[in-house]
């Protein structure tokens, strides 16, 4: 099958090693990080044009590596093919592999701000400062086992002293985004069907199918 993926550029170095294995050709777009901190609607528009660039008439689906993002994908919907997007409610859940292990995660340990390689690489705010968040007091670096080498870590280490947090290594586990290339989607990925919209849910499910006719 022959499968249009767009992504978040945090998951540029997860993605990449994962293509070679899938058993599906797989076309990918990788789009600004930035624009998370754009607000949900202006997020919402900008996925919503690269949507509408896309010729749905080559792909059996249309694959989205995107959570729910702050209702940033909400809206969104295709005209031919079905998108596929992983129910998760932001990008930790797909580093650390499953909903039940983030919400887990974050019952246990709140105000912990979490790292990637593709943090330090896309994400601005590492570069201009996490002071100007101060409810955080710890910090997670999530292991994928695609890092060239500690780098990353160390930097990770360096941040968490520097501001008198704790320290974590977290080890990644890159089976969700596998299944979302692989097309092994169970009850862990929402199937969008032509024509309807994807919609909030404010239950376990994290998003669900609206339709989109009036």
């Known amino acids: ?38 607000g949900a609607a202006r997020m919402k528009s900008r996925l919503s044009e690269c949507l509408a660039a896309v010729d749905e008439s080559c792909y059996d689906a249309l694959l989205l590596a995107y959570a729910l993002c702050s209702n940033g994908i909400v809206g969104l919907s295709t005209k031919k093919i079905p998108m596929v997007v992983p129910r998760a409610h932001d990008c930790i859940t797909l580093f650390l592999g499953s909903r039940e292990r983030y919400l887990n995660y974050f019952a246990a340990n709140g105000g912990t701000y979490f790292m990637t390689t593709g943090w330090f690489e896309r994400d601005k705010t590492v570069h201009d400062g996490i002071e100007i968040m101060p409810f955080y007091s710890k910090l997670a670096f999530i292991e994928m086992g695609i890092e060239p080498d500690d780098t990353f870590e160390r930097r990770a280490r360096v941040i968490a002293e520097e501001r008198r947090w704790k320290f974590e290594k977290l080890t990644g586990d890159l089976s969700l985004l ?20 994807i ?16």
Request: charge should be negative.
């Open 1 to 38: 099958m022959r499968f249009k993926l767009l992504a978040c550029e945090i998951f540029f170095r997860e993605i990449s090693s994962l293509l070679a294995d899938s058993p599906h050709q797989i076309d990918v777009e990788f789009l600004p990080q930035q624009w998370h901190t754009v």
């Open 199 to 214: 919609q909030a849910a404010y239950n376990g499910d994290v998003i669900q199918v609206m339709s989109s006719e009036k």
């Open 178 to 197: 596998r299944r979302l290339l692989d097309g092994d989607w169970n009850n862990d990925f929402l199937i969008v069907p032509p024509g309807s919209e």
